[in-house]
T-cell receptor, first 117, second 114 residues
């Protein structure tokens, strides 16, 4: 158990629908990162939050949004789902945030597998 | 921008064989370099890391040396086991103060046969 908790583990939905993926970071970690893992795109960085604020944005579609709450858990909202959104969505956390220097180690959750039919 | 290139898989080896998975990177300055491993049905786990040139990261018999001159961070293991079968990802953390997140390579699947 990495200490990063993601729910749900599996989710099957239809095109056009909206889903919410949830992540609880490791205890003491202030930063949360979201990644998408698909067969054709590999592991793509989506977005990062640090202590409730958005700090970095990657290849996140406009149909996707995220937030980090005061208790530090984060949610990734995916709307107007398309077949191509089917993927594993990983959450990761660390304790450095953007002010950390040196190596930054991310601890990953087990992922949420989204299937869009 | 930053990028990581890994050798394509799958790599199929017999137990006790020598393993090399090549990884090269493109980045400014002095990024930190990582190898992560993903076992079937699981998330990514840190395998080893190196933060500066000529550093050697090691863990569980795996090693990788940060080579600035060749911008490489090849993963090696002297004798693989069936339990090493997994997908291995090379990654970098940028040195500059821009977008600070791990950039991953495409992953290399390793299959070890008994």
């Amino acid at each position: 158990d990495s200490g990063v908790t993601q729910t749900p583990k599996h989710l099957i939905t239809a095109t056009g629908q909206r889903v919410t993926l949830r992540c609880s970071p490791r205890s003491g970690d202030l930063s949360v990162y979201w990644y998408q893992q698909s067969l054709d795109q590999g592991l793509q960085f989506l977005i990062q939050y640090y202590n409730g604020e958005e700090r970095a944005k990657g290849n996140i579609l406009e149909r996707f949004s995220a937030q980090q709450f005061p208790d530090l858990h984060s949610e990734l909202n995916l709307s107007s789902l398309e077949l191509g959104d089917s993927a594993l969505y990983f959450c990761a956390s660390n304790s450095w945030g953007i002010t950390g220097s040196g190596a930054n180690v991310l601890t990953f959750g087990a992922g949420s597998r989204l299937t869009v039919l | 921008g930053n990028s990581v290139t890994q050798m394509e898989g799958p790599v199929t080896l017999s137990e006790e064989a020598f393993l090399t998975i090549n990884c090269t990177y493109t980045a400014t300055g002095y990024p930190s370099l990582f190898w992560y491993v993903q076992y079937p049905g699981e998330g990514l786990q840190l395998l080893l890391k190196a933060t500066k040139a000529d550093d050697k990261g090691s863990n569980k018999g795996f090693e990788a040396t940060y080579r600035k001159e060749t911008t490489s961070f090849h993963l090696e293991k002297g004798s693989v086991q069936v339990s090493d079968s997994a997908v291995y990802f090379c990654a970098l953390w940028p040195w500059d103060t821009g977008r600070r997140a791990l950039t991953f390579g495409s992953g290399t699947r390793l299959q070890v046969q008994p």
